[in-house]
């Protein structure tokens, strides 16, 4: 992992500039989940918590790319659990789709600048428990450039970093 301003700054960017101005800076809320890492801090009179990892691998290699992240966020006081994202280090092609893909279970995520989060919130729920069922996660994507590139994140660690974000964040 990083250090904390850096995922500090990534989390910004994935939550919005109006919550940006009441945020803390996030504290880690553990020691690393295997692969996960989970954090916390106060925003706008209340509890935010994620757990967050990075991808084991990138391809195209030598691309130039911002740091990439997957996110699992709770937001209690607006109801939000088990919020999916990924932050992928380039800005998206215009009105493309990123898929992520585990084991034989794929889900379509709609992507916003280099931001992308699930399509069908209905699908929030079994993604999460492919990712807890599951070893690894490959998400693809295409850059606003046209390059496709694909991400493989580690999933171990996910279940006991989502207990904690869960734990701390009710």
């Known amino acids: 992992m990083t250090n904390g301003r850096t995922l500090a700054t990534a989390f910004a960017m994935l939550i919005g500039a109006a919550t940006v101005a009441t945020a803390q800076t996030p504290t880690v809320l553990d020691k690393p989940f295997g692969d996960w890492t989970a954090y916390g801090y106060t925003a ?6 994620y757990a ?9 290699r030598g691309v130039n790319r911002d740091p990439m992240y997957i996110f699992v966020t709770n937001r209690p006081k607006e109801g939000v659990r088990h919020e999916v994202s990924v932050i992928t280090g380039y800005p998206y092609k215009e009105g493309s789709k990123t898929t992520v893909k585990i084991g034989a279970d794929t889900f379509v995520m709609f992507t916003k600048d280099d931001g992308a989060w699930v399509e069908n919130a209905a699908e929030e729920a079994r993604l999460i428990g492919s990712m807890k069922g599951g070893s690894e996660m490959v998400v693809t994507g295409t850059s606003r450039r046209g390059t496709v590139t694909t991400d493989t994140y580690s999933l171990r660690g ?3 970093a989502l207990g904690r974000i869960d734990s701390e964040c009710r």
Do not use: F, M, Y
């Open 44 to 49: 706008g009179g209340g509890k935010v918590c």
């Open 52 to 60: 967050i990892s990075q991808p084991k691998s990138t391809e195209p």
């Open 158 to 160: 996910i279940t006991a």
